[in-house]
Nanobody, 118 residues
Framework: QVQLVESGGGLVQPGGSLRLSCAAS????????MGWYRQAPGKQRGLVAT???????VYADSVKGRFTISRDSAKNTNYLQMNSLKSEDTAVYYC????????????WGQGTQVTVSA
């Protein structure tokens, strides 16, 4: 069993920065990829950024140049540095991990609220 623990959300003014963290726990976890998704009220959950075990990254067009995803493989932790935040970035942010346990299995965190407001 894998558990994801997210931290770092909160309230920030437009133009500000936040860093989200997601730590995966579980014995002998083989994490293939980790990432962040977000869901705003009345909208579907969508991709923010992902990073593979090899370091390849994918970003949503709306966050390119402002957000950076990184990972510490030794700690099974990934980070999302969010700069130049806009009101439209307001959402619940969910961490996702794709784990190799025989087949590939998805795990999700509980979500952390990010609110960008003056």
């Amino acid at each position: 069993q894998v558990q994801l623990v997210e931290s770092g959300g909160g309230l920030v003014q437009p133009g500000g920065s936040l860093r989200l963290s997601c730590a995966a726990s579980g014995a002998d976890v083989d994490i293939v990829a980790m990432g962040w998704y977000r869901q705003a009220p009345g909208k579907q959950r969508g991709l923010v950024a992902t990073i593979t075990s090899g370091g390849a990254t994918v970003y949503a067009d709306s966050v390119k140049g402002r957000f950076t995803i990184s990972r510490d493989s030794a700690k099974n932790t990934n980070y999302l540095q969010m700069n130049s935040l806009k009101s439209e970035d307001t959402a619940v942010y969910y961490c996702r991990a794709v784990v190799q346990i025989g087949s590939l299995v998805d795990y999700w965190g509980q979500g952390t609220q990010v609110t960008v407001s003056a």
